[in-house]
C-alpha cells in the first residue's frame, strides 16, 4: 500500500505535468494539502516530506491540530477553505495565513476589523458560487464585480484572488472557465479551483491553486 508520501509525491508530479501540458509556468501552481478531519500524526509524515501549505475547513478543528506541528516544522502556510462565521473571525485570523471564503459583507468586515487588532494583513479570496446552488456558500457569479470592490475599496481587505467548488454533477471545466473570466475582469490573477477528482482540468484552466485530499492522505472517515 502506497504512504501518504508516495501519493504526495505523485500529485506532484502530476501538477508538474499538467503544468508542461498547458504551458504554464513550472511551479505556476500551489498544491494546498487538504488535512481536514486528519489527526495531526496523519499530517506528519507529509510534512517531513517536504509539503508545506495545507488546507482546513474549520477553524477549531485546526487550532487543535496546527500550534504542534508548527512548533515542529519550519515554514508552514495555513489556509482556511471551508465555511467561515463572524464569529470566529478572531480565532480564523490568528491561526490561518491565507483565507479562501470571503463570500458576504459582514465576513468581510468582520476579518478586516481582527486584522486590524491582531497587526495581520493576510491574502483573501473570494468564493464564487459558480453553480448557484443554494445549499453552497459564494457568491453568485453576477455580483462578484461588486462585492469585490466592496471588500477592496469600502472594507479594505487584500483580495487577491477568486475560489470556487463546481457542483459534483456538472462537468467542471465550465466553471473553472466562468471563474478565470470573472478573475480577469477584475484584475486578480490567483484562482483557488480543482480537488482531488478535478484538478488536472484545473490547471488547463489557470487554477493557481489546487485543493487536494483524499488523493494524498486516503479517504476519509466523516464520522
Known amino acids: 500500500m502506497s504512504s501518504a508520501a508516495d501519493r504526495l509525491a505523485n500529485v506532484q508530479a502530476d ?15 500551489t498544491l494546498i494539502a487538504v488535512s481536514k478531519t486528519f489527526e495531526a500524526e496523519d499530517i506528519r509524515p507529509v510534512l517531513a516530506a517536504g509539503q508545506r501549505v495545507f488546507g482546513e475547513n474549520r477553524v477549531q478543528e485546526a487550532m487543535h491540530k496546527w500550534p504542534g506541528l508548527r512548533e515542529d516544522f519550519d515554514g508552514i502556510e495555513l489556509h482556511l477553505i471551508g465555511p467561515l462565521q463572524s464569529n470566529k473571525a478572531k480565532e480564523a485570523v490568528a491561526t490561518f495565513d491565507v483565507i479562501h471564503t470571503v463570500d458576504r459583507p459582514k465576513i468581510a468586515k468582520a476579518l478586516k476589523a481582527e486584522m486590524d487588532k491582531q497587526g495581520r494583513n493576510l491574502p483573501c479570496f473570494i468564493q464564487v458560487n459558480t453553480g448557484e446552488e443554494p445549499q453552497k456558500a459564494g457568491i453568485p457569479p453576477k455580483d462578484v464585480d461588486d462585492f469585490f470592490r466592496l471588500c477592496r475599496d469600502e472594507v479594505g481587505l487584500t483580495v487577491v484572488g477568486l475560489m470556487c467548488i463546481p457542483p459534483v454533477d456538472e462537468a467542471p471545466g465550465e466553471h473553472f472557465a466562468l471563474l478565470e473570466r470573472i478573475a480577469a ?26 485543493r487536494v485530499g483524499s488523493a494524498i492522505f486516503g479517504s476519509r472517515d466523516y464520522g
Open 15 to 29: 501538477i508538474r505535468d499538467a503544468e508542461a501540458e498547458f504551458g504554464r509556468d513550472a511551479g505556476s501552481v
Open 185 to 210: 475582469r477584475n484584475g486578480l490573477d490567483r484562482l483557488s479551483m480543482g480537488m482531488s477528482a478535478d484538478y488536472h482540468v484545473a490547471v488547463g484552466f489557470g487554477a493557481t491553486h489546487v
